[in-house]
């Protein structure tokens, strides 16, 4: 594989997978394909932006015709696909944008491939078309114990592994999907349709299905960095419901490490799910970003826990999300690298060092800047 597009390459995730594809592979043309929605920022890439290996294109994906070109004119084998509406309350809000851009433009970019892969000689051969989802098409999962234990509670992963819990049943890949919102609706619509390019034209793909990510350059609409901004501001915390749903939480870049190992190794057709096994209810995992920002910012620990604030509910908010990520542990020998202690550390050090870039994302700077720059491009 020399010449990959990555798509959505600007936004939180992407930003980690092209800087490691960037860095690690030097002989492969990087392609970052990205619309810069409100969620693209290429302020998070400004380390690799001089690269040789690397190019971005502005682009919308549901443009089929320029990215048919693209892929001719870079000669393109490999897709790593990212590029999505990812905010399960914006999608409550406008659930057209995200069947737009999360159902069609993905079509748009399996045709695209299709079209290009299947006009050469080879064919096929040494491509791939790897689709980036989610945990949240599974649904949501119960707070339940066989014996009635109040969770969480130490279980046991079928890797063999201890881990907390708080239920006793996990997504694995071979679960009915169930998506509730329609964020996960669209993203469950879009893994359907990479899975059927494979079983109808034979397009070699991959999907791979994750948890929360936490880490830097993560847009402050969620959890983690909103709630980290609003404590070193002093604003108020908003709680949905009552903070007891579960999230499953694995820092940003053990999923890229996951992506790299699965794009290069992982099996034609195959269904991969990625996460840590690492369960938080939302008001413990508030508590500890109050006490890290309170004690990096030198102020008393705990000091900030009465900004926590409880507010109505999402709609059709899932319970628990916790992923089984044991074949990807059993047959690709992948790990996350850091302990979640560790993670939240790292995590809540980058945002209060890097209030530059915050500012610029919450007062929408970062747009105007970009925007103007990529206007006629
Ligand atoms: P993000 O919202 O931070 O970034 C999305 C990127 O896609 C942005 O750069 C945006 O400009 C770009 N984009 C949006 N629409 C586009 C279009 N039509 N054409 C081209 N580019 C477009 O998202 P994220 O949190 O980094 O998530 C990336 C992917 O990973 C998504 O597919 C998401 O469903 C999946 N995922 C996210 C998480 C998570 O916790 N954030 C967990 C599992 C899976
Ligand atoms: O599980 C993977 C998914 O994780 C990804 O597919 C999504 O793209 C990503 O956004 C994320 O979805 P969540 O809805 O779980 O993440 P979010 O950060 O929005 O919310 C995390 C939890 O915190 C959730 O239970 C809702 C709650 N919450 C969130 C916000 C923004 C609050 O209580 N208050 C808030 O202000």
């Known amino acids: 594989m020399k010449n990959i597009i990555i798509t959505g390459g600007a936004g939180f995730i992407g930003s980690h997978v092209v800087r490691l594809f960037v860095n690690k592979y030097p002989d492969y043309k990087i392609i970052n394909l990205d619309k810069l929605t409100y969620a693209g920022n290429l302020a998070n890439l400004k380390d690799i932006e001089d690269k040789p290996n690397y190019k971005f294109v502005k682009m919308d994906i549901c443009d089929f015709d320029g990215v048919l070109t693209l892929m001719q004119d870079e000669k393109v084998d490999g897709i ?34 299709k079209a290009y892969w299947e006009s050469l000689p080879e064919k096929y051969e040494g491509k791939r078309f790897y689709h980036i989802s989610t945990d949240e098409v599974y649904g949501a999962l119960q707070m339940t114990h066989p014996e009635g234990i109040e969770p969480p509670f130490t279980t046991k992963a079928s890797s063999g592994k201890h881990h907390l819990a708080y239920g006793e049943k996990f997504f694995t890949e071979d679960l ?6 329609p964020y996960s609706a669209a993203k469950a619509s879009s893994d359907h349709f990479v899975r059927a390019f494979h079983d109808t034209f034979g397009m070699p793909t991959i999907v791979t299905n994750c948890s929360n990510n936490y880490g830097p350059y993560q847009f402050p609409e969620k959890l983690i960095p909103l709630f ?39 099996k034609i057709a195959e269904t991969y799910n990625i996460g840590g096994f690492n369960e938080w209810k939302n008001i413990d995992i508030i508590r500890v970003l109050i006490n890290t920002v309170d004690r990096l910012l030198g102020r008393p620990e705990g000091a900030d ?23 990807l542990q059993r047959e690709l020998g992948w790990e996350p690298s850091l302990q979640f202690e560790e993670g939240i550390e790292k995590t809540v050090r ?28």
């Open 305 to 327: 826990m009465d900004l926590i604030t409880y507010v109505t509910d999402r709609a059709g908010h899932d319970l628990r999300y916790a992923i089984d990520s044991s074949k």
């Open 350 to 377: 980058w945002y209060l060092d890097n209030q530059e870039w915050m500012d610029n994302v919450t007062s929408g700077d970062y747009m105007k800047y970009y925007n103007d720059m990529y206007a006629n491009r």
């Open 176 to 181: 009915k999907y169930q998506p509730h919102s």
């Open 80 to 113: 790593i696909h990212l590029a999505a509406e990812s905010h399960v309350d914006r999608s409550i809000k406008d659930p057209f944008t995200f069947a737009q851009t999360n159902v069609m433009g993905t079509l748009s970019l399996l045709q695209a491939a």
């Open 228 to 266: 980290i901004n609003n404590i070193r501001h002093r604003k108020p915390l908003p709680v949905y419901g009552k903070g007891e749903n579960v999230r499953d939480w694995l820092y940003v870049v053990d999923h890229a490490r996951a992506i790299d190992t699965i794009f290069h190794e992982g």
